[in-house]
């Protein structure tokens, strides 16, 4: 899931600016979990926002921000009540497919997109992908060196770990221990041997586009 952190309140009032009158639409799958963009979390936001003077004219929860045809549907009475501004409180990826659908109203992220993480248990989430494009999981015994690595190394460990330890970060275990411990785990340690080319990210051109019509 995509995990977010609320922005300073100061920060999203900054963004609204002079606005009089203001719609919020949140996301209902991640950033409900993050507790970042649920009913919950607009029904706070608006508080603020009607405390500060302003009027907020129209709230939504999108099942998925960042699938157009489910905002699309959702935006129809945002867009009927013609707010100055929108307010979208989910990841960034959301509050660009909203931006598509706001009949070129000004929208603002109320969050901050932090990354990919896994639910380790309620409340608390874990990086956990980079969205490198370039998987390596398969050599690695599922244990991700671009993102649990500090300083995403891909051929072993730096040399500064400490008693199993990160040296950049103490608090976190060295990746690569992870990676030999759960090689040797499942009877792989050869992959060690195996050389990666260094993360350069320049076989990439931003943005990207999958498609799965290609050739239909």
């Known amino acids: ?29 991640c950033a409900t ?15 603020i926002l009607e405390q500060a003077g302003k009027k907020v004219v129209a709230t939504t929860v999108a099942d998925y921000c960042c699938m157009n045809l489910g905002v699309k549907a959702k935006m129809k009475p945002v867009n009927a009540a013609n707010p100055d501004c929108v307010i979208c409180m989910s ?33 608390v989430w874990e990086e956990a992908c980079r969205f ?5 999981l398969g050599q690695t015994g599922a244990v991700c060196p671009i993102t649990q690595c500090a300083k995403s190394l891909v051929n072993g460990p ?3 770990q400490k008693n199993g330890k990160c040296e950049v970060n103490p608090e976190n275990d060295c990746a690569w221990i992870k990676i030999y411990n759960r090689l040797e785990a499942t009877g792989q340690l050869e992959k060690l ?24």
């Open 33 to 47: 979990a993050c507790q970042t963009g649920g009913e919950p979390q607009i029904a706070e936001l608006t508080a």
């Open 193 to 216: 041997t195996q050389t990666r080319e260094d993360k350069g990210y320049a076989a990439h051109a931003y943005p990207r586009t999958i498609s799965l019509r290609k050739g239909k």
């Open 1 to 29: 899931m995509i995990i977010t952190q609320k922005k300073p309140i100061e920060e999203v009032m900054a963004m609204v600016g002079d606005a009089k009158t203001v719609a919020i639409v949140g996301c209902g799958s």
């Open 158 to 160: 730096c040399g500064g």
């Open 91 to 123: 990841c960034g990826d959301g509050v660009q497919c909203v931006a598509k659908n706001a009949n070129n109203k000004p929208v603002y992220p109320s969050n901050n997109t932090m990354y990919l993480g896994e639910a380790v248990r309620f409340g």
């Open 132 to 136: 490198c494009g370039e998987c390596v």
